[in-house]
Every structure is written in C-alpha cells, then in structure tokens.
C-alpha cells in the first residue's frame, strides 16, 4: 500500500508561488513528513521536515493540518531552477527502520518563463 | 555539492564485464547506502551500510555486490549484469540510522548495460 499520494505533475509560472499537496491519510501517531527535491540525473535533496502545524526554511514551508491527513509543501516565487520532481515522504524517525525511505512516484513540477 | 560524490559519473558495459562503482562522503556520517532508479520508478533501496557494517540487503540479486572498507567509501561492484539493470545508481549518506533521517545523495551513476 503506498503510504503517500501527490499530483503526478504541475506546471507554473516563474514568480508565482507553488502548493504541492501530499495526502497520507494512514499516518501513524509517531509519524513525520519529509519532502526531498530531485533535479534529473542528480541525487534527491533534503527540503523540509515536519509534524504539525507549520515548518519553515529559508526554501520552502510546509503547512500540516491538525488531522495530518495531507500536508502542503509551498515553494515562494518559484524560478526556473525549481523545475524538478518533488517527493513527500513519511516515516516514524523513531523507529530502527526509519533510514529506509519509501519514495513514491513524486510531483514533478516545471516552470515556465 | 552534497558532500557525496560517486564515480564514474557513466558508465556502459557489457553483461560480461566487471565493474565498480565509487561513492565517497565527506561528511563524516557513520551510515551510506545504495539506490536505484530505473526509468519512471520510484527508487529502491538496495544495500544500507552503518558503521561499515551491513545491516540491509534488500533482496538485491547476487550480481550486485557491496564494499564497504571504512564509514567514507562504499563500492558496489558489478559482474555479468542485465540489461534490465540499466539505471541511475545513487549513493547517500546520513549521520546515522536514527532521526532525523535526513540523507544526503550523491550525483549519481547511469549505468548502461549492453
């Protein structure tokens, strides 16, 4: 069963602000959300973690309801540098198992000029 | 720049050849680990290492056979592979198992099987 479901693609405009939503409506009460960032032929890349309510990093935030059902990565004035799949992952940190990180199919996100 | 880097950065080769691939940390994390990412699927976990020691083999076919001599460099050496085993091949690193996860991948190696 996958345990994340995200918008297969988007598409935007440089400037804009972009909202990819995850859902993880199975999310275990020790459960943590994280988002990774991969540009093709590169390597994923760490954005952004978080539990509840509000995350925010000098790249991204990352807003969780209080039902931690979904969770919603939001990237400012986005560039074209920002074009890329963007992956939602979630885990228990806690646990002996928790390096292994299940991606998903992603988001993948292009921005226009 | 990650702090991880892996080489070669391509790499094609015939099902009969033998092949290593390199992944470096300059991080000084304790765990690495080894990734695939074939066209249109999500990555897959192949071998984690923590301490040098290996604690994950995840059904990886024997063809595929991991290295690693200290907590900075891991190998995977290949050897009569298949064209299906055409991918992206990805190292990370971490500080440890425990939270927070956070990895740090390399560049990655395309590897091309004839």
């Known amino acids: 069963l996958a345990k994340t479901t995200q918008p297969i693609s988007m598409d935007s405009y440089e400037g804009q602000e972009v909202n990819i939503t995850c859902s993880h409506n199975?999310?275990?009460?020790?459960?943590?959300i994280t988002w990774y960032q991969q540009f093709p032929s590169q390597g994923p890349r760490f954005i952004i973690q978080?539990?509840?309510t509000k995350v925010t990093n000098e790249v991204a935030s990352l807003f969780i309801p209080a039902d931690r059902k979904s969770s919603t990565l939001s990237l400012p004035r986005v560039s074209l540098s920002d074009t890329a799949v963007y992956y939602c992952?979630?885990?228990?940190?806690?646990?002996?198992?928790?390096?292994?990180?299940?991606f998903g199919s992603g988001t993948r996100l292009l921005v226009r000029p | 720049e990650t702090g991880v880097t892996q080489t070669p950065r391509h790499l094609v080769m015939g099902m009969t050849n033998k092949k290593s691939l390199k992944c470096e940390q300059h991080?000084?994390?304790?765990?690495m680990y080894w990734y695939k990412q074939s066209a249109k699927k999500p990555l897959e976990l192949m071998f984690v290492?923590?301490?040098?020691?290996?604690?994950e083999n995840n059904s990886v076919p024997s063809r595929f056979s991991p290295e690693c001599p200290n907590s900075s460099h891991l190998f995977l050496h290949l050897h009569t592979l298949q064209p299906e085993d055409s991918a992206l091949y990805l190292c990370?690193?971490?500080?440890?198992?425990?939270?927070?996860?956070?990895?740090?991948f390399g560049p990655g190696t395309r590897l091309t099987v004839l």
């Open positions: 991080l000084g994390h304790n765990a």
């Open positions: 199975n999310i275990a009460t020790n459960d943590y």
């Open positions: 978080g539990y509840k």
């Open positions: 992952l979630v885990g228990d940190p806690r646990m002996d198992s928790s390096y292994k990180l299940i």
């Open positions: 290492y923590n301490f040098k020691e290996q604690t």
């Open positions: 990370a690193s971490s500080q440890g198992l425990a939270d927070p996860n956070e990895q740090f």
